[in-house]
C-alpha cells in the first residue's frame, strides 16, 4: 500500500521545521518528500493539520504481570494509538519484576496484543531491591531496551557501583531515578509553605539533586551510559549540565505533569495530583519548561502510572501515586506550546528524536527511509477532557474536567492506520 500526505504541515523535528508539505509512504517506510503523489496511491489530505512522527513514550507502566485490572497490554496500546504514542517503552516495576529473560520473553509476547510498537525495559537489580544485579547479558540477549529498578532508590551504593560497572561493559543504558531515599520516604507534598498549609508531609527538592549528584559520581566513576528519568527542580539543572560539559553519557528527561502543573493544583487534596516525585512550585516548574527548551533536558514522557479506584480513594497521604496520561500527553503538551514556551519541532524533538535516539531506534524521524510511524493532530481542537472516556482501564488523570486544546485525528504504525477519531 502506498499512502500520499497531501497538505500537511509537516514538523520535523530532525531538521527542526514545520512547514506545508507532502509525504509518501510505501511498505512501511517514508520513501518521499514534497513529490508528485504516485499512481494508485491513497491520497490523504491533511487539510494543513500537523502530520508528525509518532511519539516514543519512555516509561509507561502497564500492569502485566500482576496488575492486569490496572493496564493490560491490550487497553494500554489502544490508549496510546488514540493519543499518538506510536511506542511505548514499558518499565519493569510489574509484580512480579521483569528480572528475568523468562519474564521478559512472557511480557514481549503478551504485547503483540497492542496495536503499536512496544518495547520493554528490565530491572537492573533482582526484585528490583537494589542489592543484587541482574542477568544483565541475558536480559539484552532477550530484548531488554535498558535497565532499571523504577522508582526504586538503591541505598547500597557498592552493589549499584557494580551493576553500572557490568553494564557499562556491555554498553546497556542505565535509568535512574534521582532521589535521595532517606529524605524521599513516605513524603506525598514538595517541602515549603504550601505542604505545611496542608498538612502534608514534604521532601525538600533537594532530595533529587542529591540522588542525581550520588549517580554522576558513579557515572564519571564507571562510564556507564546513563538517563535521569524525571528531572524535576531548578537544584537539580546545574549538575547535570556540568555533567554534560564533562563528557559524560548522561541524559535526561521529565514528565509532561512536571511541565504542565504544580504543587498549588494539589488544592483540596485532590489524589489524581499526587505524582512521584511529588508536584513542584511555580519556580521550579518554568526552569524545567526552559530545560528542555534549550535542550538540558532530553526527553518528555507521559510517566503514565495506572491506579485504580481503590488505591486512589484514600487519604493523600495514603493514596496511591502516579496518573494515566498515554491519552494526555499530546494535549499536554499543546499547553506549552500556545503558551509559547516551545514550538513543535523543539516539542517534538523531546517526545519523538530524542527518545529514540537515545533508545537506538529508527522512530522519531520524517526523513526518508524511517518507519513510517506518524500522527495527523489538530493542536487547536478544544474539547472538555471526561477521565470516563479514556481508553485506559484507570481512569486517574489530573486534568479531568479541564478545557484542552489538540486532539490526534489519525495514528499510523508502519504505515498501517491504528486509530482514527
Not at 485525528?409 to 477519531?421: D, Q
Request: glycine share 10%; aromatic share 6%.
Amino acid at each position: 500500500m502506498i499512502l500520499h500526505f497531501e497538505n500537511a504541515r509537516l514538523i520535523d523535528p530532525e531538521a527542526g521545521t514545520d512547514v506545508l508539505g507532502t509525504l509518501t509512504v510505501k511498505d512501511g517506510l517514508i520513501v518521499a518528500r514534497n513529490g508528485a503523489a504516485p499512481k494508485q496511491a491513497e491520497v490523504i489530505d491533511a487539510g494543513g493539520k500537523c502530520l508528525a512522527p509518532g511519539m516514543v513514550d519512555w516509561g509507561v507502566k502497564i500492569g502485566e504481570p500482576g496488575e492486569r485490572h490496572r493496564e493490560s497490554f491490550r487497553s494500554a496500546g489502544l490508549a496510546a494509538a488514540a493519543g499518538g504514542v506510536t511506542t511505548i517503552i514499558a518499565r519493569p516495576d510489574t509484580t512480579p519484576a521483569i528480572d528475568t529473560p523468562e519474564t521478559l520473553e512472557f511480557v514481549t509476547r503478551r504485547a503483540t496484543e497492542a496495536p503499536v510498537r512496544i518495547r520493554h525495559m528490565a530491572a537492573l537489580t533482582k526484585g528490583r531491591a537494589g542489592r543484587e544485579m541482574t542477568e544483565i547479558g541475558f536480559l539484552l540477549d532477550a530484548g531488554a531496551i535498558a535497565f532499571t529498578d523504577a522508582f526504586h532508590v538503591a541505598t547500597e551504593t557498592k552493589a549499584l557501583s557494580r551493576a553500572f560497572t557490568y553494564a557499562r561493559s556491555l554498553g546497556a543504558l542505565v535509568i535512574g531515578h534521582p532521589q535521595e531515599p532517606g529524605l524521599s520516604t513516605g513524603a506525598a507534598a514538595t517541602s515549603g509553605k504550601f505542604s505545611s498549609l496542608r498538612g502534608l508531609p514534604g521532601v525538600s527538592p533537594m532530595a533529587e539533586r542529591m540522588g542525581l549528584e550520588r549517580d554522576l559520581a558513579l557515572v564519571e566513576m564507571t562510564g556507564v551510559r546513563y538517563h535521569a528519568d524525571q528531572i524535576t527542580t531548578a537544584r537539580s539543572l546545574p549538575a547535570l549540565e556540568r555533567a554534560k560539559a564533562a563528557g559524560l553519557d548522561v541524559t535526561a528527561g521529565t514528565s509532561i505533569h512536571h511541565l504542565t502543573l504544580n504543587e498549588i493544583d494539589v488544592g483540596d487534596y485532590r489524589t489524581f495530583f499526587k505524582m512521584t516525585p511529588p508536584l513542584r512550585s511555580e519556580e521550579d516548574r518554568m526552569a524545567i519548561v526552559e530545560a528542555v527548551a534549550n535542550g538540558l533536558i532530553d526527553v518528555i514522557s507521559s510517566m503514565h502510572t495506572p491506579a485504580d479506584e481503590e488505591s486512589k480513594r484514600l487519604p493523600f497521604e495514603e493514596a496511591a501515586a502516579g496518573a494515566v496520561a498515554l491519552e494526555t500527553l499530546l494535549p499536554a503538551a499543546m499547553r506549552l506550546y500556545h503558551a509559547g514556551a516551545m514550538d513543535m519541532p523543539t516539542l517534538w524533538r523531546a517526545l519523538s528524536l530524542n527518545p529514540a535516539r537515545r533508545l537506538g531506534l529508527p522512530q522519531g524521524r520524517l526523513a526518508e527511509g524511517s518507519p513510517a510511524d506518524l500522527i495527523l493532530f489538530d493542536p487547536d481542537a478544544p474539547f472538555l477532557l471526561d477521565r470516563f472516556t479514556l481508553r485506559s482501564k484507570s481512569k486517574n488523570t489530573p486534568f479531568d474536567g479541564q478545557r484542552m486544546e489538540g486532539k490526534v485525528l489519525a495514528t499510523f504504525v508502519a504505515g498501517t492506520l491504528v486509530f482514527k477519531a
